[in-house]
């Protein structure tokens, strides 16, 4: 699957809707120091599911949204679409065979965020999977942040393990096996409760 557009509405200085075709090749974004292009790239991370405000250099979720410059008052809710090429139909289900998958998040402020993919609303975890198993996402190793080079050669053997096992796209497996592993306490926890009730009434 391929990143083939980013729309962004509200999303941190990016006020007016604004869309950003990505063509086939190399793709540069340049412009002054401070006009948003790191704000592009975050952009990109908090729709695959970022959770974390401070990987977004803001201090709460609400500092993504447009909080206002000059005379232009500030908004009260962002929105990111991300739209994947999907002719290689890898999505998964329901979505295998759309041509294009439009990911979207968006935040009205004091209330959270909502997801949705082709309009169909989905949970966080969701997307992140979703990203996880096309070996991308918002912590991805295919995004480079600033630093990051010197912090992956410095890195323990383990922190190192899991940035191989991202660009594997093997990383959304451990979080499956870690909902499985915590169906399966609960399922433990029940089947005791019936145990117990049972020897209750024998
Ligand atoms: P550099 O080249 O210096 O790294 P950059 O092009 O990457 O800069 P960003 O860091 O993406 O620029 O953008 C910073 C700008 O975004 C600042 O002007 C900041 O005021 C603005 N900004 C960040 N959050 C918001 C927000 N919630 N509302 C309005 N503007 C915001």
Redesign the pocket.
């Given at each position: 699957m391929k990143l083939t557009r980013l729309r962004l509405i509200g999303f941190?200085?990016f006020v007016e809707p604004s869309e950003l075709v990505i063509e086939p090749g190399l793709t540069g974004v340049v412009?002054p120091?401070?006009?948003?292009?790191?704000?592009l790239v975050e952009a990109l991370r908090w729709a695959m599911g970022e959770s974390s405000y401070k990987a977004l250099r803001a201090s709460e979720m609400n500092?993504?949204?447009?909080?206002g410059?000059g005379n232009r008052p500030s908004r009260n809710s962002a929105e990111v679409v991300v739209v994947l090429d999907n002719r290689s139909r890898l999505a998964p289900s329901p979505f295998t065979d759309v041509e294009d998958l439009e990911i979207s998040r968006r935040i009205d402020r004091d209330k959270g965020s909502t997801y949705r993919v082709n309009g169909r609303e989905v949970r966080a975890k969701d997307v992140q999977l979703l990203f996880a198993d096309a070996s991308t996402g918002a912590r991805s190793p295919a995004l480079v942040r600033q630093g990051q080079i010197g912090e992956i050669i410095n890195a323990r053997p383990e922190a190192r393990r899991r940035v191989l096992e991202e660009a594997a796209g093997i990383a959304g497996l451990h979080a499956r096996r870690h909902e499985a592993e915590l169906k399966l306490r609960a399922a433990e926890q029940n089947l005791l409760r019936v145990e117990d009730v049972l020897s209750r009434i024998g």
């Open positions: 941190k200085s412009g120091n401070g006009c948003g292009k790191s704000n500092d993504v949204i447009f909080a410059s």
